[in-house]
Nanobody, 121 residues
């Protein structure tokens, strides 16, 4: 079984930064692409960013491009989301996910429980 545990969420003022982490169980973390998604109250879940198994390719939603950076450390079984210049509209529960397909756009089959990010104006 794969477990994904997010951390690093919290309350921050607009313009501030947060770094989310997602720790994965299992010995095959480095074999899979990973992604970050978010869901705001009353809205559907939306894609934020993805990273290939090697970290060599990254993909972003237009709304976060230039502000968020996804990265991974395969030695630590962890994927990160550095979020800068945060806006109130970034407020959401952020989830990480593990992909089961090998090329972008990825399909995902394991999800974490999420971490709350709240950006005050």
């Amino acid at each position: 079984q794969v477990q994904l545990v997010e951390s690093g969420g919290g309350l921050v003022q607009a313009g501030g930064s947060l770094r989310l982490s997602c720790a994965a169980s299992g010995r095959t973390f480095s074999h899979y692409a990973m992604g970050w998604f978010r869901q705001a109250p009353g809205k559907e879940r939306e894609f934020v960013a993805a990273i290939s198994w090697s970290g060599g390719n990254t993909y972003y939603a237009e709304s976060v491009k230039g502000r968020f950076t996804i990265s991974r450390d395969n030695g630590k079984n962890t994927v990160y989301l550095q979020m800068n210049s945060l806006k109130p509209e970034d407020t959401a529960v952020f989830h990480c996910a593990r992909a089961y397909t090998g090329s972008y756009p990825y399909e995902y089959n394991y999800w974490g429980q999420g971490t709350q990010v709240t950006v005050s104006s």
